[in-house]
């Protein structure tokens, strides 16, 4: 059976959200080159639309984690599916992420991250759920803060559905 998602960040929200983080990423870097590292898959929508609003010199490249575990919940490891293809030493990362949970993926990968000699590495990320943050790691541009509750769309998925919405929704037992 579909779900009938509801709404929890509408189009429009995202959008001026969007804009002000890119705002904030070309004010920081000032001319400067940056590597963004799109995370597979669920940053895929979010990483397309800040690209457009980041006004500086850009490369682009993705890696692809998983983290075990079942359904809805993500457990203790975290293994890459996917890596970068080229080096970066000496330049100014930033990871785009869709949610930070726990923290594990970004604390994992910021370290692996940090051992290759960048000149910096910022997160990115649409959404962070403060209630189940175990793994404190900064996150440079925040998109939204949101409760502890399964959220899909705008890239994020639940089974590998329901990517394409165009807002971020909130799965609800029982519909
Ligand atoms: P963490 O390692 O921070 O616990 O988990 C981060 C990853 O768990 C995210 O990249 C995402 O893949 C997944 N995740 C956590 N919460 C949600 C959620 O509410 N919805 C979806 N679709 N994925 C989530």
């Keep these: 059976m579909e779900f009938q998602p509801e709404v929890l960040i509408s189009e429009e929200e995202l959008?001026?959200?969007?804009?002000?983080?890119?705002?904030?990423i070309t004010s920081d870097f000032e001319n400067?080159?940056?590597?963004?590292?799109?995370?597979?898959?669920?940053?895929f929508m979010f990483c397309s639309d800040l690209m457009k609003e980041i006004n500086l010199p850009t490369r682009l490249d993705f890696m692809q984690l998983s983290s075990y575990g079942d359904?809805?919940?993500?457990s203790g490891s975290v293994k890459i599916d996917l890596d970068i293809s080229e080096s970066i030493k000496d330049?100014?990362?930033?990871?785009?992420?869709?949610?930070?949970?726990?923290?594990l993926t970004m604390k994992t990968l910021l370290e692996l991250l940090q051992a290759r000699g960048p000149k910096a590495v910022k997160i990115a990320s649409l959404l962070f759920k403060p209630s189940k943050n175990i793994h404190k790691v900064p996150i440079d541009y925040l998109g939204?803060?949101?409760?502890?509750?399964?959220?899909?769309?705008?890239g994020l998925d639940y089974a590998g559905r329901y990517r394409e919405l165009p807002y971020v929704g909130v799965v609800n037992a029982g519909n």
Excluded: Q, T
């Design 15 to 24: 959008a001026l959200r969007v804009k002000a983080l890119g705002n904030a």
């Design 32 to 43: 400067e080159e940056v590597l963004i590292i799109c995370i597979l898959k669920g940053a």
């Design 71 to 74: 359904g809805m919940k993500s």
């Design 91 to 103: 330049k100014n990362v930033i990871v785009v992420e869709d949610i930070v949970d726990s923290g």
């Design 144 to 154: 939204f803060e949101i409760e502890d509750k399964f959220v899909i769309g705008y």
